[in-house]
């Protein structure tokens, strides 16, 4: 079936510009993860939706970043007045989220959008 | 959250098996080991997860110590294709998982 698919691939701004990032997760995947992962370095947890229940936005690093699910499925990241600091590639997962055994199910990851903040 | 500890990178010779420890000394008892890999310029994969027996699959074995305060993910018979950054995961009390800096496997023709 179809994998988790992210759009666009790339994106170019300017700085202060406002940047929407979409993800399409695999269908009847409940959990939604969303990261960031500058050059050279490992993947930064932004937010992360499970169901109906509220997300957890511990890991957006200002309240320039917001992110919504739709209908407990595609999900959008904006940036607002986007910054350089704020290039990298935002990778979306999702899953089936937690087992009742405690174990998390295994996140399969799209193919992220590369930004660029000019 | 119990964290993990890996070496920067290893080296491997194409054909033999590739073993990637993992440190977890802080795991507590309900909390499962992850791994995944990232290909350059790719997001990352799913390879294996255990709690504590040792388990395999048509990817990668994962071997437990019976103290679960650390662990090694082999792959039995390396290829090229698996050079990738290969990053272990104890499951967090919460829902985000931390993908620290992993260990960058090169695999060597």
């Known amino acids: 079936g179809a994998g988790v698919s992210q759009s666009p691939s790339n994106k170019v701004t300017e700085k202060g510009k406002d940047v929407e990032l979409r993800c399409d997760p695999i269908s009847g995947h409940t959990a939604l993860y969303w990261y960031r992962q500058s050059l050279g370095q490992g993947l930064e947890f932004l937010i992360y939706f499970q169901g109906n229940s509220a997300p957890d936005k511990s890991g957006l690093p200002s309240d320039r970043f917001s992110a919504e699910r739709t209908g407990g499925s595609v999900s959008t990241l904006t940036i607002q007045r986007t910054q350089q600091e704020d290039s990298a590639v935002y990778l979306c997962a999702s899953s089936l989220g937690r087992g009742t055994s405690g174990r998390w199910y295994e996140q399969f990851f799209g193919p992220g959008t590369r930004l660029t903040v000019l | 959250d119990a964290k993990t500890t890996q070496p920067p990178s290893m080296d491997c010779a194409e054909g033999r098996a590739a073993n990637l420890p993992c440190n977890h000394s802080t795991i507590s008892g309900n909390e499962y080991v992850y791994w995944y890999r990232q290909i350059h310029s790719q997001g990352p994969q799913y390879i294996i997860h255990?709690?504590?027996n040792n388990e395999t699959n048509e990817m990668a074995s994962l071997i437990i110590t019976e103290d679960r305060k650390s662990s090694t993910l082999i792959l039995p018979h390396a290829t090229l294709r698996d050079t990738a950054v290969y990053y272990c995961?104890?499951?967090?009390?919460?829902?985000?998982?931390?993908f620290g800096p992993g260990t960058r496997l090169s695999v060597l023709p």
């Open positions: 995961i104890v499951s967090p009390s919460g829902q985000n998982f931390v």
């Open positions: 255990g709690l504590k």
